[in-house]
């Protein structure tokens, strides 16, 4: 890495945040070392710009035979080598990450248990990490969210969530843990939930492309691109 603009483009993302600057202030005065936990996809931990990086990984065991690559991409932009002539230049050089595959953990594909939910934050928090990436987010609630709930009852499942895991959090703060979790805002906001038919071709085509023989797609919803739908509004 360097100041000169990056020919590759790879870094163009750092480079509208300041992040050299940065850099070549850390340079000087070497901040201190931060454990930092990562709750995402599966992790590479032969990736030649983060191996040494990451300090532990958790239910990660079958990586290699997911082609799953959000985890290693969200572990990159936290703490890629820098100055190495490889990938890209992470933001934090100073981070020891400890990462911890949902993947890896759960039993279903899209959601995980409130139990295990309280497991994996408890697992990276009782390893010291001082920030926790979170990079996740639940299908069966998005689709609840866009396409409406006239029972009433997913907002009052997010409030039990919201109580439970506010108490759990507060038990560490009451400890005297001092820890920063950092929530993504989504990817996923230029797409519209539609309710899921029978005789729905593109839920069809989606669900096989995601090898599942259900006729319908998760919690019998599927995502539609917004400018799409939106040009079917008279």
């Given at each position: 890495w360097n100041l000169e603009p990056d020919s590759m483009d790879n870094n163009w993302w750092a480079e509208a945040i300041g992040?050299?600057?940065?850099?070549?202030?850390?340079?000087?005065?070497?901040?201190?070392?931060?454990?930092?936990?990562?709750?995402?996809?599966?992790?590479?931990?032969?990736q030649e710009d983060l191996k040494s990086k990451i300090e532990k990984t958790y239910c990660n065991q079958d990586w290699k035979d997911h082609n799953y690559e959000h985890g290693t991409?969200?572990?990159?932009?936290?703490?890629?080598?820098?100055?190495?002539?490889?990938?890209?230049?992470?933001?934090?050089?100073?981070?020891?990450?400890?990462?911890?595959?949902?993947?890896?953990?759960?039993?279903?594909?899209?959601?995980?248990?409130?139990?295990?939910?309280?497991?994996?934050?408890?697992t990276l928090m009782n390893q010291g990490v001082k920030v926790i990436n979170y990079s996740w987010r639940n299908d069966n609630m998005a689709a609840k969210a866009a396409f409406g709930d006239s029972s009433g009852t997913f907002k009052k499942?997010?409030?039990?969530?919201?109580?439970?895991?506010?108490?759990?959090?507060?038990?560490?703060?009451?400890?005297?843990?001092?820890?920063?979790?950092?929530?993504?805002?989504?990817?996923?906001?230029?797409?519209?939930?539609?309710?899921?038919?029978?005789?729905?071709?593109?839920?069809?085509?989606v669900r096989k492309a995601e090898h599942d023989n259900n006729e319908k797609h998760i919690y019998g919803y599927h995502a539609v691109k917004r400018a799409k739908s939106l040009q079917s509004i008279d």
């Open positions: 992040m050299p600057y940065v850099w070549m202030v850390g340079d000087k005065i070497k901040y201190q070392k931060v454990k930092v936990g990562l709750l995402d996809e599966f992790f590479d931990e032969e991409h969200v572990a990159g932009i936290l703490a890629a080598e820098k100055n190495n002539g490889k990938g890209i230049a992470g933001v934090a050089d100073n981070a020891r990450l400890y990462c911890y595959s949902k993947k890896g953990d759960s039993k279903t594909e899209e959601f995980t248990t409130i139990m295990e939910e309280k497991y994996q934050f408890a499942e997010l409030d039990e969530l919201g109580v439970i895991m506010r108490d759990f959090f507060q038990k560490y703060i009451e400890k005297g843990t001092e820890f920063l979790i950092v929530q993504s805002a989504g990817n996923a906001a230029n797409y519209l939930w539609e309710e899921c038919s029978e005789e729905d071709t593109h839920c069809k085509a």
